[in-house]
Every structure is written in C-alpha cells, then in structure tokens.
Nanobody, 122 residues
Framework: QVRLVESGGGSVQPGGSLRLSCAAS????????MGWYRQAPGKQRELVAT???????DYADSVRGRFTISRDNAKNTVYLQMSSLNAEDTAVYYC????????????????WGQGTQVTVSS
C-alpha cells in the first residue's frame, strides 16, 4: 500500500508565499507524473501544475510565473512553491501521482493525497 501525504498549507496575506510538500510513503520504487490540483468552494477541481520524473514541468496559465513545481525522486516528494498569492488561489490543494511503482512489482494508479487548505486573505 502507498500513500500521499501533503503538508505546508495555511493562511497567508495577499502577495505572500507558501510551500507545499507531498511525500509518497510505503514500498515506493518509482513514480512517473506527479502534480498539484486545487478545488475552490463551489468549483471543480482544476490542474495547477505537473512534473514528470525527468523534471519537465507544465503549469496552468493562472499560476504560470508565480508557482514552481519541483520534485526529489530520492525522497519520493513533490513540492509546490507558491508566490504572489492572491485571493483566487484560495482552495484545497491536492497532490496526485499518476502511477506509483512499488518494489514488489505492483503499481497503483491515480493516487491522491488528503488535501491541504490554502487561504489567502488580508
């Protein structure tokens, strides 16, 4: 069994910064694409950023230039550095791992963390 555990959410003033982390636990051997999604109240979950195992990244237009996604494959961890935050960034942020390969030769697809709240307010 594998799990994704997020941390780093909280409250911040407009213009501030936060860094989210998401670590995969269990008998993890490798992970392909990892990403961050968010869901604001009354809205659908939307993609924020993705990063493949080799490091290529992609961003939603709304966060490009303000957010940076990165990963540490040795730690099975993905990060989201968020800067110049505004009220529209308020949401629950979810970590996703498209496919997690275990050392037992089993893989798990479409893996999600429990979510972490980010609130941007003055």
């Amino acid at each position: 069994q594998v799990r994704l555990v997020e941390s780093g959410g909280g409250s911040v003033q407009p213009g501030g910064s936060l860094r989210l982390s998401c670590a995969a636990s269990g008998t993890v051997f490798a992970i392909n694409t990892m990403g961050w999604y968010r869901q604001a109240p009354g809205k659908q979950r939307e993609l924020v950023a993705t990063i493949i195992s080799e490091g290529t990244t992609d961003y939603a237009d709304s966060v490009r230039g303000r957010f940076t996604i990165s990963r540490d494959n040795a730690k099975n961890t993905v990060y989201l550095q968020m800067s110049s935050l505004n009220a529209e960034d308020t949401a629950v942020y979810y970590c996703n791992a498209d496919r997690i390969y275990t050392s037992r030769g089993v893989y798990y697809t479409d893996n999600w963390g429990q979510g972490t709240q980010v609130t941007v307010s003055s």
